[in-house]
């Protein structure tokens, strides 16, 4: 049985390499996009060369008329929706020091970053709740949060806000839908190399060389679409709200 896969911010970064590695297992994936279709047209290509089924839908998520379209479109082309994985994500446009943040740059990072993801998920557990159930679980939720929901940035206050409420979706939807049978995950990424951190790459570079990291490496988008095609399989089927730090051993706190 293929198992769809709805991937949000799917077109590129960790994104991609999740939509590829779900396509890799088997998978059939719905792309969630902001932006046209054309502009990712090297990467759907290779999807296509690796025989990945994939459907594309280009919206943004902190639109609730997107978000219902989104769901629409998944179940018009394949019928069910047996993954979300809850990945759309932006930093600030601008650092600015916590005392200067604006409503505005608030106002934006959250609705994306949490809002949407919030009412997405309500939509997919509902779509998950009434389909017929294939394998041993209704359906998978998998939520990129980040290290930031624990470590303080006071030049991106909202961003860190921003993940530490994605902490709490995941264990209020692991709650509300394990009795359904929907098993709900979160992985925080450290320092991942994608264009979110191309321009701060010289401080991270410095900090690896310091050993801040124990494993002294950047991470990449493929580190991450492992744990979640790990979470997606049938393999993990006892545990559910938890996390898993993607980040090198960032998160040991050493003496």
Not at 138 to 164: D, F
Not at 200 to 207: C, F, G, I, M, T
């Amino acid at each position: 049985m293929k198992k769809t896969a709805i991937v949000t911010g799917g077109s590129r970064g960790i994104g991609y390499a999740i939509t590829r590695q779900l396509g890799l297992d088997g998978g059939q994936v719905v792309i969630f996009s902001t932006s046209e279709k054309a502009r990712y047209e090297e990467a759907l290509r290779e999807l296509e060369d690796l025989g990945i089924s994939y459907h594309y839908v280009r919206g943004s998520i902190d639109k609730s008329e997107d978000r219902v379209r989104l769901v629409e479109e998944a179940i018009g082309c394949y019928g069910r929706i047996d993954i979300l994985v809850n990945n759309a994500g932006v930093a600030p446009l601008k650092r600015s020091d916590l005392l200067e943040m604006t409503e505005e740059s608030f106002d934006r990072v959250m609705d994306i970053n949490l809002k949407g993801a919030v009412f997405l998920t309500q939509l997919v557990a509902k779509q998950m709740i009434r389909q017929k159930q294939q394998g041993p679980k209704k359906g998978t939720i998998v939520n990129i949060g980040s290290c930031s929901a624990q470590v303080s940035s006071v030049s991106r206050g909202e961003y860190c806000m921003s993940k530490a409420g994605m902490a709490m979706l995941t264990w209020l939807f692991a709650d509300r839908l394990a009795p359904e049978g929907i098993l709900v995950h979160e992985i925080r990424p450290g320092v991942i190399a994608t264009d979110m951190t191309a321009g701060v790459k010289e401080k991270y570079d410095r900090l690896m060389e310091k050993g801040e990291f124990p494993i002294s490496r950047w991470g990449t988008p493929e580190d991450v679409a492992n744990m979640v095609s790990v979470f997606c399989s049938d393999r993990i089927l006892y545990t559910t709200g938890n996390y898993v730090d993607v980040d090198g051993g960032f998160h040991i706190r050493r003496l």
